[in-house]
């Protein structure tokens, strides 16, 4: 399979998010990136690094404002000599409070959700080219028979058009279905990552070419909390359009592969020109945040069933943090969907 990266991807690597009360680990590290990367060039498949010549691309999904304020804000934090080495908002508005503000730390909460979206030097060039990976992705991909891997890292799933959320700032997935949606007409994007593709959702919430639909931990249990229950399905020319399947904790392989299932009778129903494949392996058993129990024959069997759907497709990373057994996780499913092995 064609694999599409770029080495600008590892410059984002804060160590730690403030969650629970006390600064844990941060999940997106950059060793993500070289973990995709040591396996995709372990097992052969082609690897291309993504030119970096499509911000336009961006800023078809994003305001130009908040792709501005992300290009920018690490300049302006530097300005302040009292402030620490990460930029990490401490304030944002309500649902009462409606007004923008310029001053670096007002505006810094106006475009964030929460404080688990640190930013440092690198984030820009990391999340432009995470970004300029699905894009670049979604320009090979031509038929069914050529599927293309998009190996994102920084994720973008709960990225809205002008707010990052949880250690996402660009939406790559909604970027690529914008840029497969200009030549196949129609995109549906499937999001398997354990947590609700809330931002994807709202980008394409009222949008009558794109379907999607996403396989979850039920948001009443976990973030991303405020979006991801079952009958929010769309409004206007997108009502029907939008398909939660949230599920239990430690949801199984035969509970997850029965949702993929109704998500996949979705899609061909819709019958889209194209597909975009949101995959995250932190559904995984040993995933670190223990919410799924999925294991690599999970991901394989999901990998065969998708590939079965017949549509030109563009796998985008998503979540999966670290563990030993990530990468297995990753070569599972590439390999099963790749080959579709019985
Ligand atoms: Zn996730």
Same mark, same amino acid.
């Given at each position: ?38 396996? =995709?060039?372990?097992? $052969?498949? %082609?690897?291309? &690094?993504? /030119?970096?010549?499509?911000?336009? *691309? ?74 300029? =990976?699905?894009?670049? $992705?979604? %320009?090979?991909? &031509?038929? /069914?028979?050529?599927?293309?891997? *998009? ?80 009958? %929010? ?110």
């Amino acid at each position: 399979m064609l694999v599409i990266h770029h080495p600008d991807q590892a410059l984002h690597d804060p160590e730690e998010v403030f969650r629970t009360g006390k600064f844990i680990a941060q999940p997106d590290r950059a060793e993500r990136y070289s973990i995709f990367l040591d396996i =995709v060039t372990q097992d $052969g498949h %082609e690897v291309a &690094t993504a /030119p970096l010549n499509r911000p336009e *691309a961006i800023v078809a999904v994003h305001d130009p404002a908040y792709v501005e304020f992300l290009k920018t804000v690490y300049a302006r934090w530097k300005e302040q000599p009292e402030y620490g080495p990460v930029a990490i908002p401490n304030v944002h508005p309500t649902h009462r409070m409606f007004r923008k503000p310029t001053e670096l730390l007002g505006e810094l909460g106006w475009y964030s959700n929460s404080t688990s979206c640190p930013i440092t030097e690198g984030t820009w060039p990391a999340i432009f080219a995470s970004a300029q =990976v699905a894009i670049h $992705g979604a %320009e090979r991909v &031509t038929s /069914p028979d050529k599927p293309v891997y *998009a190996m994102c890292r920084p994720p973008g799933h709960h990225a809205y058009p002008d707010l990052m959320s949880g250690v996402c700032f660009l939406n790559n997935a909604a970027i690529a279905a914008e840029e497969l949606a200009k030549r196949f007409g129609t995109v549906a994007v499937i999001d398997f990552d354990v947590h609700h593709c809330n931002g994807t959702q709202f980008i394409f919430w009222t949008r009558p070419d794109v379907l999607v639909t996403s396989i979850h931990v039920d948001p009443r249990l976990s973030a991303p909390y405020y979006a991801g229950h079952a009958d %929010e399905i769309g409004e206007g020319m997108g009502k029907g359009l939008n398909l939660n399947l949230p599920l239990p904790w430690a949801t199984d392989d035969r509970a997850w592969l029965g949702a993929l299932d109704i998500a996949i009778a979705r899609i061909r129903q819709f019958a889209p020109g194209a597909l975009v494949v949101s995959q995250g392996f932190d559904a995984a058993e040993n995933d670190p945040c223990k919410t799924f129990v999925i294991t690599e024959a999970g991901f394989a069997e999901a990998g065969r069933r998708l590939r079965a759907l017949g549509y030109p497709t563009l796998l985008v990373q998503e979540g999966g943090y670290l563990s030993p057994s990530l990468g297995g996780y990753l070569r599972s499913f590439l390999a099963a969907f790749d080959r579709m092995l019985a």
